[in-house]
């Protein structure tokens, strides 16, 4: 099973801009698709974005289309959510996750199997 620790966290204002990383353990990154999730106060978690094991195919949930970027570099096992044009509502903590299913589909939570701790992202108005 890989492990997952999350970077890049923070608090911004509105329109500003942040970017997650997260580093993966283990010799078969390229084996698993990738993803962040995200869960704010009072609120269940929710998908955010995946990509696929080689990058070839990306997801993102309506709410951050054009606004963040999901990416992944398999020679350095790490997977990046570059957020811009942030938001009140982005507010939440985020989740790397990975999943072996091959994300021929939009992804659901329940696709994803190992979470990392997460990292708290605050955006102020």
């Known amino acids: 099973q890989v492990q997952l620790v999350e970077s890049g966290g923070g608090s911004v204002q509105a329109g500003g801009s942040l970017r997650l990383s997260c580093a993966a353990s283990?010799?078969?990154?390229?084996?698993?698709?990738m993803g962040w999730l995200r869960q704010a106060p009072g609120k269940e978690r929710e998908f955010v974005a995946a990509i696929s094991r080689r990058g070839t195919r990306k997801y993102y949930t309506d709410s951050v289309k054009r606004r963040f970027t999901i990416s992944r570099d398999n020679a350095k096992n790490t997977v990046s959510l570059q957020m811009n044009s942030l938001k009140p509502d982005d507010t939440a903590v985020y989740y790397c996750?990975?999943?072996?299913?091959?994300?021929?589909?939009?992804?659901?939570?329940?696709?994803?199997?190992?979470w990392g701790q997460g990292t708290q992202v605050t955006v102020s108005s």
């Open positions: 996750a990975a999943t072996s299913e091959l994300l021929l589909q939009f992804p659901s939570l329940s696709d994803f199997g190992s």
């Open positions: 283990g010799r078969t990154f390229s084996s698993y698709a």
